[in-house]
């Protein structure tokens, strides 16, 4: 509480004070009009504790202007240095300055008895000063350490001008120098933090995303990730492609919003649930809704952008499903860009949406680019004109995945300097030719029901890797496996019903789809089970087996076999 200004309400001290303001005015002579009032007395000059009266101001202002420049500014811890004349002569310099560079001689040119100022390249700036009549300050200049000093300091310059009566008017400069050695290195041990720290992210996010993108047999890919530029923390944008089997592969982008380690933990844990969910062959919108329910418990406040597509060559489409990111650009064979961007959700983490998955034509010859926002927003422009000149360079990028992942940048202006992190996807469907035409083969046989399903299909089989020239014991398994995979159909599934022998450079595939949805497992069968042993022959002898679900309702079963090397040599 402050009683002072509660006391000055009680009625005594009202008349009190009142008195002593009255004798006051009686005692003191007539104040001149540019006079600055005296402060309040607190105790009259007669109090009972004899209390002196307080010094009148004009004998301070007496003391103070009996002080002398030269006393005053040699106590000063501040380097001060006072030069006149056109060519700087040393007039006065402290104990600080000397103690800094030495003593200096009064009446040299400061070119000669200056010389750290020189070095310092402060001449022109005293010559400025010394021309315009105004102050001029640089900052954080480095000086070398004295002779009785370790480390050289920082110093920060004001050079003021002023007017020298003695012994005749001539215009000078006060230079003055505060240490700030403290400040920059603080500053510097902060940017070094910050530099560590960011290169921690940036490690962590490179260990995180593919060091090696996985090639699937159809389509040539490549992507690229830079961070943004060296003051900026690092985000956590990200990019995979997984093999799904049966020749199918899933491509994945995604940007986690915010910067610095936690966004990229957050996005590793994305993306290593991304490819354990993508191991379950589900639709694009079905992995985005698993993945939508874990963002939410990784952290609540934390949202990240995902698309998620799955190239499937047999039906020679793209199925994508897109969590609040930007569309998919397809160019297709004859050179037309357009956006694939029907089925596009909230962002992840928001959790109460249904997301749904759509397709876009996707043969030979197409090619398409998955996309972060640091590729194409800018601060003074929209984002759509970003995707637009994203669309004109992606018209005319020729050439092979990495080429147009180059391309690319360069026509938008990703440079070092880019202030934002970039992730980029570019996959292409070539259209092959000649040989390599001969090693990418197709057949099918549509299936019935009925006993004399299984030996059509063990005969078509039988036919069909004979004329691709397949060795004898890769033929036998192949026949093996055709023949289980239609067993287990005709036993478990339902009509329609079809066998799909698939070649490609690297390997043989085998799909049986039927019109029943139940998923087939693999399980140890009893010695005196009569079945059950189908998905366990087929699960030995191949190099991988696997089932989903198909859009249209049923499902898919499929082997495949790693192709030795020398077989595609064999092939005409």
Known sequence: MNFTRWSARLPGTQRRTAARAVRRQRKAPAASPAAVPA????????????????????????????????????????????????????????????AAFGPRSPGAPAREALPELAELGLLPLMDQVLRSGRPRTVKSRRVPGAPGRKRPGYYTFTCTPIELADP?????????????????????????????????????QRSLLPQQLEQPDDLRVAATYRPGGTEAAVGGDWYDVITLGAGRTALVIGDVMGRGVRAAAVMGQLRTAVRAYARLDLPPHEVLQLLDGLASEIDPNQIATCLYA??????????YASAGHLPILVRDPDGTVHRADASTGPPLGTGGWLHTSASVP??????????????????????????????????????GPQVVCDRLQRALGITAAHDDDVALLVLQHPVRAGHEAELFHNAALDLLGGVEAAPRARAFASGVLTSWRFPADLHDLGV??????????????????????????RRLIIEVTDGDDHLPRRRRADPADENGRGISIVATIASAWGSR???????????????????PDQAV
């Open 362 to 399: 996707f043969g030979p010859g197409s090619s398409a680019v998955l996309y972060t926002d640091g590729l194409v927003e800018r601060r003074d422009a929209d984002i759509d004109q970003g995707i637009e000149a994203l669309e004109r360079a992606f018209a005319g990028a020729a050439g």
């Open 480 to 505: 093996l496996a055709a023949s289980e995979l239609v067993a287990n159909s005709l036993q478990h599934g339902t009509p329609p019903m079809c066998l799909r022998l698939r070649r490609t450079d």
């Open 310 to 319: 799955v190239h499937d060559p047999n039906e020679g489409r793209l199925a």
């Open 549 to 567: 679900r198909t859009p249209g309702g049923g499902k898919a079963v499929w082997c495949e076999f790693v192709l030795p090397e020398a077989v």
């Open 168 to 204: 005749e008017p001539q215009r000078g400069i006060l230079v003055f120098a505060a240490e700030v050695t403290d400040q920059v290195e603080a500053a510097e041990r902060l940017r070094a933090s910050e530099r560590r720290q960011r290169e921690a992210a940036v490690t962590l």
């Open 39 to 98: 402060a309040r007395e607190e105790r009259d000059g007669q109090g009972k504790h004899g209390d002196s009266p307080a010094p009148a101001d004009g004998g301070a202002r007496r003391s103070i202007e009996a002080l002398s420049a030269h006393d005053l500014l040699g106590h000063l811890p501040a380097l001060v240095a006072l030069v006149h004349g056109p060519d700087h002569r040393v007039a006065f310099v402290n104990g600080a300055y000397a």
